[in-house]
């Protein structure tokens, strides 16, 4: 299954929808993988420094999801790095992966949506993370079909 970001909402810089078809890209190799279509880039000096997708089904985990594998992924960078990056991700990060942004102080998290999912963003936003939200419609249906096939799977993800 290819990913195609079909439909650019609001007045986005364009490097913002490139990244997030990579995050996309991520999201399908999870799917592919027998996973939850979500996933993530952190992105620092125009570059891509980690990638992840959910893993929670693959590895039997219950931490992986797509931006804790991301960082995961990034290995250990110094506290700098964190404060100059991006973590572009396809879904509303979670409670528990707002907690890892803000305790690497990610400035920035780029989302492509949060209709599937809406994590404590106020949470974030207190903490002085600045939120961008593409409404992405392609990340919008992907995770829906999902969910509309594998509701126990993903009930189970988002702690229900």
Known sequence: ??????????????????FMAEAEKEAIKGLNSGGIPVGAVLVKNGEIIGRGH????????????????????????????YKKSTLYTTLSPCAMCS??????????????ENENYKGPEEYLEDYGVHLLNLNLESSKELLKNYIQDHSQQWNEDIGL
Not at 1 to 18: A, L, R
Not at 99 to 112: D, K, R, T
């Open 54 to 81: 959910n893993q929670r089904i693959q590895l039997d985990s219950v931490i992986l999801h797509a931006e804790m594998a991301c960082l995961e992924n990034a290995g250990r960078l110094k506290a700098d790095d």
């Open 1 to 18: 299954m290819e990913s195609e970001i079909t439909t650019k909402s609001g007045n986005f810089p364009e490097k913002h929808y490139e």
């Open 99 to 112: 907690g890892a942004i803000i305790l690497y102080q990610i400035p920035i998290v780029v989302m492509a």
